[in-house]
C-alpha cells in the first residue's frame, strides 16, 4: 500500500516538474548549488530546459522556472536562493542609475562629442525600452571602410559591472580625443567602434538575469551544434532579434560581450570542444586583456586569467559562438566581477583595472586584412592562405557580399585571393602585424 502510493506519488512529482520545465530558457528562479563532488550536475543538466552558469570547484549556478527550488530540493540538492547571495534587497548598492538615466548620459555624451560619437537605437527591449548604441568614429555618421569592433554589456540584467565600465569607457574615449592622445585618436580615426552598454534594460531595472520575459538572452541565440542551428533572428526574444539584424547589417570582426560573476576570459567555442578556428590567436588576446587585471592574471582558478568556455561548462545558444560561427565576428565573453552588483562606489576602481585592457582590445581589430571589392553590390570568394616558412597554409575560405570584407588574424604574410562572382580574380600578398596602424585599417584596394 505504502509502496503504491510512493510510486503514485512520485509519477505525480515528474509530471508535475515535466510540465514546468517544458518551458525552455526561462530564469524565473536561480541558485547556487553546492556541489562540490558534482554529484547532482548530471542529473540538472540531463534537463534541458535549465541553464547552467559559472561553475567552481564547489558550486554551480541553475536557473529555471518557477518550480526549480522545489525540484532542487526534491533531489536532495544543497542550494541557497541566489536572491539572497545577491543581496537584491540590500538597498546600500541600489545607487546605480536606471536604463532611462543610462539613455539620457549617452545621449549627453554623444551630444558632446558629436564630431567622432553618434547614438541611434537598434530596437525596443521587451518592455519597450530602446537598446542604445553608440558609434564612436571619425566620421561617425558615414559608413567608411574600416575594420569594425563592438562591445556589448549587460545581457544579463543582474550583471551590472559591463554596463557601467562601458559609458565610462566612452566618456574616457571622448576626453582622451579631445585632449590629443594619440592612441585614442588613431583608434577612432582608423576604427569603427560601437558599444552597446546594455541588451537587456528590462532585466537591469528588475535586477534580474532574464529579460522582460524572464528568458535568458545568452542561451536564445541560434546554435551550430544543436537543432536551433538556422542563423534566423524571427521567433526569438526582441533584444536577440535587434542584436541580430543589427550585425547582419554591419561587418564586425571582433567583439566583447562583458559579464559578471567570476573573473575571467572565456574563448570559444562554448557549446562543443572542437577547437575554433585561430584558436592560438584568441587564447592571445585574451590573455592579453587579463594580463593587466587584478584577479584575472593572478587567478587561482582561471590560470592566466583565461578559459575555453566548453571546458568550464556548455553554453547552447550563446551570444559568443553565434558571432564567431555564422558572422566570423570573433567574441569573447569577460565576466568582470566576482559580485554581480557590487556598490555603485566600487565602479570606478573596477574602471581603473580594467581601463588599458579595454582600449587594447579594441585596438587589436587592426591586427588583420581586409578586402574592397568594386563596389558595395560586389560579391564574390576569398580565400587567405598564411605563408610561414614558405609554406602556404590554407586559412580559410569566406563569402564577401556588399563589397567589403575584413578579417582579424594572426601576425604575419598572407596571400589573398578574390574570385568575383562574375568570374574576375585578383591576388596579392599582404603583411599583417600589430605594430603600426594602417590608415582606415588594412584595407587592400584590389580594385582602385
Ligand atoms: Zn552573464
Known amino acids: 500500500m505504502g509502496l503504491k502510493l510512493g510510486m503514485i506519488l512520485s509519477t505525480l512529482f515528474v509530471l508535475f516538474f515535466s510540465s514546468i520545465f517544458a518551458q525552455n530558457g526561462l530564469v524565473k528562479e536561480g541558485f547556487l548549488v553546492q556541489d ?17 552558469d559559472h561553475m567552481s570547484k564547489k558550486s554551480y549556478e541553475v536557473y529555471g522556472p518557477e518550480g526549480l527550488g522545489l525540484w532542487l530540493k526534491s533531489i536532495g540538492a544543497p542550494i541557497i536562493d541566489l536572491a539572497i547571495i545577491e543581496g537584491l534587497d540590500n538597498k546600500n548598492t541600489g545607487d546605480y542609475p536606471t536604463p532611462e538615466k543610462v539613455g539620457d548620459d549617452l545621449l549627453k555624451l554623444s551630444k558632446k562629442f558629436p564630431d567622432i560619437m553618434t547614438l541611434f537605437s537598434i530596437g525596443k527591449s521587451r518592455g519597450g525600452r530602446d537598446l542604445w548604441v553608440i558609434k564612436i568614429s571619425d566620421h561617425p555618421n558615414v559608413d567608411e571602410t574600416e575594420p569594425e569592433v563592438k562591445y556589448i554589456g549587460n545581457m544579463h540584467g543582474n550583471e551590472i559591472v559591463g554596463r557601467e565600465l562601458l559609458v565610462k569607457l566612452i566618456e574616457d574615449i571622448g576626453n582622451r580625443y579631445y585632449s590629443g592622445d594619440t592612441e585614442i585618436i ?21 535586477r534580474q538575469r532574464g529579460n522582460g520575459a524572464w528568458k535568458d538572452l545568452n ?73 593587466s587585471v587584478d584577479g584575472f592574471f593572478n587567478s587561482t582558478e582561471f590560470p592566466g586569467g583565461i578559459v575555453n568556455g566548453n571546458v568550464w561548462y556548455e553554453v547552447n545558444g550563446g551570444m559568443q559562438d553565434w558571432s564567431y ?19 555603485y562606489s566600487d565602479i570606478p576602481q573596477y574602471y581603473s ?21 568594386p563596389n558595395k553590390t560586389s560579391a564574390g570568394k576569398l580565400s587567405i592562405l598564411r605563408i610561414e616558412n614558405g609554406r602556404k597554409k590554407k586559412v580559410g575560405d569566406y563569402r564577401i557580399n556588399n563589397g567589403e570584407f575584413y578579417k582579424v588574424l594572426n ?11 562574375n568570374g574576375e580574380t585578383k591576388s596579392t600578398r599582404v603583411e599583417v602585424n600589430f605594430d603600426t596602424f594602417h590608415s582606415d585599417g588594412n584595407f587592400l584596394s584590389l580594385w582602385p
Open 36 to 52: 562540490s563532488q558534482k554529484v547532482f550536475l548530471k542529473h540538472i543538466q540531463q534537463n534541458k530546459a535549465l541553464v547552467i
Open 186 to 206: 588613431d583608434l577612432v580615426d582608423n576604427t569603427e567602434v560601437f558599444i552597446m552598454p546594455s541588451m537587456n534594460p528590462d532585466g537591469a531595472l528588475k
Open 219 to 291: 542561451r536564445n541565440f541560434p546554435d551550430f551544434s544543436t537543432l536551433d542551428n538556422r542563423d534566423i533572428p524571427d521567433g526569438r526574444e526582441p533584444e536577440t532579434m535587434a542584436v541580430m539584424k543589427w550585425q547582419n547589417s554591419r561587418k564586425f570582426s571582433l567583439s566583447a560581450n562583458f559579464h559578471g560573476g567570476t573573473k575571467v576570459v572565456n574563448y570559444p567555442w562554448d557549446t562543443t570542444r572542437t577547437p575554433a578556428p585561430l584558436t592560438d590567436m584568441t587564447i592571445e588576446l585574451s590573455k592579453e586583456y587579463a594580463s
Open 411 to 421: 601576425q604575419g604574410i598572407y596571400e589573398v585571393q578574390v574570385i568575383l562572382d
Open 353 to 373: 583595472e580594467n581601463s588599458w585592457s579595454l582600449v587594447r582590445f579594441l585596438k587589436r581589430v587592426h591586427q588583420g586584412l581586409g578586402v574592397k571589392l
Open 325 to 343: 560561427y555564422y558572422h566570423n565576428d570573433l567574441q569573447v565573453t569577460i565576466e568582470l566581477s566576482h559580485q554581480k552588483w557590487p556598490p
